[in-house]
Nanobody, 125 residues
Framework: QVQLVESGGGLVQAGGSLRLSCAAS????????MGWFRQAPGKEREFVAA????????YYAGSVKGRFTISRDNAKNTVYLQMDSLLPEDTAVYYC??????????????????WGQGTQVTVSS
């Protein structure tokens, strides 16, 4: 079974950039659609971005479209989230997730079977 480990979180000023990484181990990475979700204090977990197993299809939440870019390197079993023009409202714990694309909508957290432990992103104003 695939295990997911996120890294790259931290503290950044508004307008800055961060790149999150999610390394997968223990399974067939290319079997999975990969997604990023986030959860801010007191709020529900929300969809950020997702990418198909091939990398050819990507999905974004409206709040991050044009600022965030999801990508994957199947040779390295890693998915990335490049976050630019960060806003204080992007502050959250960011989670990487893996799921079968046959499960349905990429934006639904219930359609992902495996989750990482999360990495904190804090954007100061």
């Amino acid at each position: 079974q695939v295990q997911l480990v996120e890294s790259g979180g931290g503290l950044v000023q508004a307008g800055g950039s961060l790149r999150l990484s999610c390394a997968a181990s223990g399974g067939t990475f290319t079997s999975y659609r990969m997604g990023w979700f986030r959860q801010a204090p007191g709020k529900e977990r929300e969809f950020v971005a997702a990418i198909s197993w091939s990398g050819y299809t990507t999905y974004y939440a409206g709040s991050v479209k044009g600022r965030f870019t999801i990508s994957r390197d199947n040779a390295k079993n890693t998915v990335y989230l490049q976050m630019d023009s960060l806003l204080p409202e992007d502050t959250a714990v960011y989670y990487c997730a893996a799921g079968d694309s046959r499960n349905g909508l990429a934006s639904r957290s219930a359609n992902y079977d495996l989750w990482g432990q999360g990495t904190q992103v804090t954007v100061s104003s």
